[in-house]
C-alpha cells in the first residue's frame, strides 16, 4: 500500500509560480514512477508530468512543456511539480500518482496510487 500527499497548492496571479509536493509512504519510492495529473470539474484527469524511477527520464504534457518541472528526492521519497508562468488555464485540483509496475505513463490507469489533490486557483 502507497499513501500520497500532497502540498503546496494555493492561489496565485497570472505569471507566478508555485512548487507542489507529493510525500510518499513506502520503502520502494525509487522504483515507483510517478505521476502529476489535473481536474477541472467536467472533464477527464488530463496528464501533467511524468517521471521515472532515478529521476533520469521525464515526460510533460505540450501545455505545460517549457513551463512545468517534474522531479523527485528519493532519500526524501517525495516528487515536487515546479510550477512557472502560470496561467488561468492552469487551475485545476492537481493530484499526484504513484505506478509500482512499469516505467512512466501518461494514462491515468497506468497508475495505481493516487492522493487526495492539491487545488490550484490562477487568476488574471
Known amino acids: 500500500q502507497v499513501q500520497l500527499v500532497e502540498s503546496g497548492g494555493g492561489s496565485v496571479q497570472a505569471g507566478d509560480s508555485l512548487r507542489l509536493s507529493c510525500a510518499a509512504s513506502?520503502?520502494?519510492?525509487?522504483?515507483?514512477?510517478m505521476g502529476w495529473f489535473r481536474q477541472t470539474p467536467g472533464k477527464e484527469r488530463e496528464f501533467v508530468a511524468a517521471?521515472?524511477?532515478?529521476?533520469?527520464?521525464?515526460s510533460y504534457a505540450d501545455s505545460v512543456k517549457g513551463r512545468f518541472t517534474i522531479a523527485r528526492n528519493n532519500a526524501k521519497n517525495t516528487v515536487y511539480l515546479q510550477m512557472n508562468s502560470l496561467k488561468p488555464e492552469d487551475t485545476a485540483v492537481y493530484v499526484c500518482?504513484?505506478?509500482?509496475?512499469?516505467?512512466?505513463?501518461?494514462?491515468?490507469?497506468?497508475?495505481?496510487?493516487w492522493g487526495q489533490g492539491a487545488q490550484v486557483t490562477v487568476s488574471s
Open positions: 513506502g520503502r520502494f519510492f525509487s522504483t515507483y514512477a
Open positions: 500518482a504513484a505506478r509500482t509496475r512499469g516505467s512512466i505513463g501518461v494514462k491515468f490507469n497506468e497508475y495505481n496510487y
Open positions: 517521471i521515472g524511477g532515478s529521476g533520469s527520464t521525464t
